[in-house]
């Protein structure tokens, strides 16, 4: 199974910027689609950035022009580069993936995913 480990999470003023890391392990990192997802107790879990084999990516309408994600195949490692956050984006940030084919959609279905982090906290004052 892959492994998925969060970090970059934090405190922040409300026009601040963070970027959160996920480093996959015991799988190959290019084999895999990837997704940031987001959660606040008691709301549902919302997709927030997919990106595929290719590098293709979908971004949440909430995060577009402020979010990015992106991948570095050669260190396993998946990126959220968050920019002029604000407070409605304080939630618990968790790094998605499943096995997928080439020109898979970047799906920010949360059920496509199969394998998930603990999560990192992002809270935005």
């Known amino acids: 199974d892959v492994q998925l480990v969060e970090s970059g999470g934090g405190s922040v003023q409300a026009g601040g910027s963070l970027r959160l890391s996920c480093v996959a392990s015991?799988?190959?990192?290019?084999?895999?689609?990837m997704a940031w997802f987001r959660q606040v107790p008691g709301k549902e879990r919302e997709g927030v950035a997919g990106?595929?084999?290719?590098?293709?990516?979908n971004h949440a309408d909430s995060v577009k022009g402020r979010f990015t994600i992106s991948k570095d195949n050669a260190k396993s490692t998946l990126y959220l580069q968050m920019h002029s956050l604000k407070p409605e984006d304080t939630a618990m940030y968790y790094c998605?993936?499943?096995?997928?084919?080439?020109?898979?959609?970047?799906?920010?279905?949360?059920?496509?995913?199969?394998?998930w982090g603990q999560g990192t906290q992002v809270t935005v004052s």
């Open positions: 998605a993936a499943f096995s997928c084919v080439y020109d898979s959609f970047p799906s920010l279905n949360e059920r496509t995913y199969d394998y």
């Open positions: 015991r799988y190959t990192f290019s084999s895999l689609c």
């Open positions: 990106i595929n084999r290719e590098d293709g990516t």
